[in-house]
């Protein structure tokens, strides 16, 4: 199928409800057309202007095709580039099989499952899980969340799992190493937006809760907390209400004036944080470094997808489409060293 202007414009007019009924049967649109996750990447590229990935230069010229796609060249910095170049089918051979990848990742699959069933290796089910789930961090800038929100922390062991040693020095030092606990500050409201954000280690600091606060919660939220010493500071200054709530269990009921009662707690944070850590059971066990793409995974599949593997495709590949630089974002982080 060759995309036009024309088709590609069509499907950007669609209303707010034709687009999620778009997305919800992109995975047939993508069976019927035979269309590859190559193909979808390049309609989602076409349907914005061609920027520069070495310097973000808009002024770019077409320059002619390779492989059937179109070639760029940057006017200021003379690069020349794909026009699928960073994203997240760069560099991917087997292209085709991505879609077919994604199901298996959200049948539950394992890396090795996944690998068996798409005829891949196992290192390239690994560099897929990991390409996609890179792809999806952008989405972790338009968290917010409204009403009653609730906040807490989450301490996981620190893991260098999959680590390879390149000396018997070096697995000794590794083994007698002791890591502090690794940090992840969780935040909810009552309308399923959930932020999952590996903050370090040891504790969350107050000035990261401060941080995230200040993107996500305005004077209009009530930031429900629990008697955190690191909690209670980073609140004192947000314009939001704030409820202390003392143990676990209570719950502070109010009447409020028009809308009923509303119930004050920590119950939502901490459930989801019992769901998390009941889903990555099935990981046994994940590398810290890894670990922002598992929290990110899980914050999509509450917020964004459906349970429903068959339209959950077209969403998951759609989101993981979205971020023109997923290839680049992927890259930084296999580079990152122990
Ligand atoms: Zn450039």
Redesign the pocket.
Known sequence: MEYTSENIEKMLALTKEGKREFLDNLYDFLNENRLTALDYQRIKILSTAPI?P????EYVTKAGKSDGRQVYK?K????RFRETAKSLVYYSHKYYLLVDYIKCMLEGKSLRACAREVGISLPTSFKWRHKILSAIQGLEGGINFSGITEADELLLQYSEKGRKFKSLEEKEQAMNTVHPNVAVLVMTDREGNLLLKHTGENRVQNTQIKAELKRRVSEKNLICFKPNEEFQQAVKESPSKKVLVKSPTEKILVRRKTKGLAVYSVNVVEKKITNFLIWMMRFRGVATKYLQNYLMWFVVMNKYLKDEVESDIGRLLNLSSHDRWAWERYFRLIKLKY
Do not use: E, L, N, V
């Open positions: 520069c070495r310097c973000d230069c940057c200021k910095c003379g690069y």
